[in-house]
């Protein structure tokens, strides 16, 4: 059943359907907030965090010209292997993660920081595989060895 969903569900749209949880999360299940001192400066240093790391990665895409379409990853003209990319494979999508992380921190719910993760695991079941299967195919051998020694996430 995940294989249909492959590359079906833009990776934005699912980090805003998350965020959107979380939110909901904070308002209708207040037992579960638990704001800390400071929470708001955690948030806000989140996001400028995971902002700046997908932010790198997309202009990196763009330097070398490839496609920045999450969708169709058969596109990509070249292998992005230097800057942010040598320490994760997946800048934009950490990005992303580190946001919803410093959105739960702003809205101090603990089911928000649980929902994190699942939105990691969900993201690499829809769309990273089934990206890294598409850039194997595509670059053979580079992308293999880039694999063995960057992690996907962090």
Do not use: D
């Amino acid at each position: 059943m995940i294989r249909v969903l492959e590359r079906k569900i833009p990776p934005l749209l699912l980090g805003a359907a998350f965020a959107a949880a979380i939110v909901a999360l904070a308002r209708y299940v207040p037992a579960a907030n638990v704001p800390f001192p400071g929470h708001r400066v955690v948030a806000v240093v989140a996001w400028v965090v995971g902002f700046s790391i997908a932010i790198v990665g997309l202009v990196q895409f763009g330097l070398a010209r490839t496609t920045i379409h999450p969708l169709h990853p058969h596109e990509a003209r070249v292998l992005v292997v230097t800057g942010v990319y040598r320490f994760t494979r997946n800048p934009m999508y950490l990005g992303v993660a580190v946001s919803l992380a410093g959105l739960a921190a702003w809205r101090s719910t603990l089911l928000g920081y649980a929902l994190v993760p699942v939105f990691c695991i969900v993201l690499t079941e829809l769309q990273i595989k089934a990206e890294e299967r598409a850039l194997l195919e595509k670059f053979g051998e580079a992308f293999s060895a880039y694999r063995s020694r960057v992690r996907r996430w962090i």
